[in-house]
């Protein structure tokens, strides 16, 4: 293939393209060389960040049936790569496309929750009998699509407790949805943020991303286990514990029953009886043995020191 002559209009859009790389790039940088970020002298204030990508993975799998709620349809929802930028380039490079900011709090401290905003009018358009697949062109969100986008971070804060449970316990809270990043309080241009970026796609259509940003100093209390390695080694079994347990559970009390004789009677005999009436049963030598709904066996009727008793003569079932 023969390559033709850069244009003026290639040659300065791959400039720009160069030039916006390099910016963000430079800024990494300078975050990396900042002081203060858990005594690291490199962008990922984390190492490598395995432990919270394997976090992603697993709240990846727990989203799927919050977004299938809304999307009414089989959906496919996985975690991308990690990302560490500074808020500022972070809101450059989702430019003035509508997007709705949710703020959320995870034990008190800032964090937020990035939603595309044609991805939201769509879920709302599903949410009132519509199929959400029309092209929107929408400016702005009514408060309907604000309150989808609450009730969407309320689910989403759910599964993040879930999430993090085995890791550290952490409380995930819900703010008011914004239109305007300006307008979100606690988190300033130059803060530096980690993106942890979910793709979610159903049946038909392109995927969408909603994201998550956890700002340095909301995992600065998680920092002990978020530089730890993810061991998947199961863990060995107390014995001591499981003596206990099986102790325990052999002092449980079980109701223990046997049914003589079932006579069936019809119901204009039945209602003509009256005192003195004698009702005649029959029942075999061997009668069932009842524990709970199950039958474990057959005995024999008899009697113990003056008392009615049943003779095991044949054990069956769970405990045979």
């Known amino acids: 293939m023969v390559n033709r002559p850069a244009t003026p209009e290639s040659a300065a859009a791959r400039k720009g393209q160069r030039t916006a790389s390099e910016r963000r790039e430079r800024s990494r940088e300078q975050v990396g060389a900042d002081a203060g970020l858990l005594g690291q002298s490199k962008l990922h204030p984390f190492g490598d960040l395995h432990t919270l990508q394997h976090l992603s993975a697993r709240l990846a799998r727990n989203l799927r049936p919050v977004f299938e709620g809304y999307m009414r349809t089989e959906t496919r929802c996985w975690a991308e790569p990690l990302e560490v930028v500074r808020f500022s380039d972070y809101r450059s490079e989702r430019g003035d496309a509508l997007t709705a900011w949710l703020p959320m709090?995870?034990?008190?401290?800032?964090?937020?929750?990035?939603?595309?905003?044609?991805?939201?009018?769509?879920?709302?358009?599903?949410?009132?009998?519509?199929?959400?697949?029309?092209?929107?062109?929408?400016?702005d969100l009514s408060p309907a699509a604000e309150a989808l986008v609450t009730r969407l971070g309320a689910g989403i804060a759910d599964q993040l407790e879930l999430t993090w449970e085995p890791v550290a316990r952490a409380a995930f809270s819900v703010g008011g949805c914004e239109t305007n990043a300006a307008h979100v309080s606690g988190i300033e241009n130059d803060e530096v943020m980690v993106v942890t970026r979910f793709g979610v796609a159903g049946e038909q259509g392109a995927p969408v991303f909603v994201d998550l940003l956890y700002p340095v100093a909301a995992l600065k209390p998680f920092t002990q286990v978020l530089t730890g390695k993810v061991v998947a080694k199961p863990a060995e079994a107390d014995a001591q514990w499981q003596l206990s347990l099986t102790r325990a559970a052999m002092t449980v009390r079980m109701p223990v029953r046997s049914v003589l004789a079932e006579p069936v009677l019809p119901l204009r005999r039945l209602m003509d009886l009256k005192p003195g009436d004698i009702i005649p049963i029959a029942f075999n030598n061997d009668v069932p043995i009842v524990i709970g709904d199950t039958c474990v066996g057959t005995g024999t009727v008899g009697t113990s020191n003056g008392r009615a008793a049943i003779r095991i003569s044949k054990l069956e079932g769970p405990i045979a």
């Open 105 to 139: 709090g995870m034990d008190g401290r800032v964090m937020l929750c990035a939603v595309d905003g044609a991805f939201v009018v769509g879920l709302l358009d599903i949410f009132f009998g519509g199929s959400g697949t029309d092209p929107v062109t929408a400016t």
